[in-house]
């Protein structure tokens, strides 16, 4: 037998654990689907946050400096109520 790749030697053993016994009760022998519908569902998420960034990035210099103030001002109203 080979020498596991990288990225599965980075895999604790808690997670190897968690992810055979997932596997098991899908009734796979290992977990190698699992990772690439984990990784899917990530990159799926990832590119929807790359356009919520590209979306938010065209609305630069939207408002005037007045309502600016205004959501500054509020802004700082709401971190100072985390405190």
Not at 20 to 34: C, N, T, V, Y
């Amino acid at each position: 037998m080979g020498y596991p790749s990288p990225a599965v030697r980075d895999i604790t053993p808690e997670q190897r654990a968690r992810l055979m016994e997932l596997a098991a009760r899908r009734g796979e022998k290992g977990f190698s689907k699992l990772v690439q519908q984990a990784l899917d569902a990530y990159l799926r998420s990832q590119a929807g946050e790359e356009e919520k960034r590209r979306r938010a990035l065209m609305l630069k210099g939207a408002l005037d400096s007045r309502e600016a103030e205004r959501l500054r001002a509020a802004t700082c109203e709401i971190r100072e109520s985390w405190r």
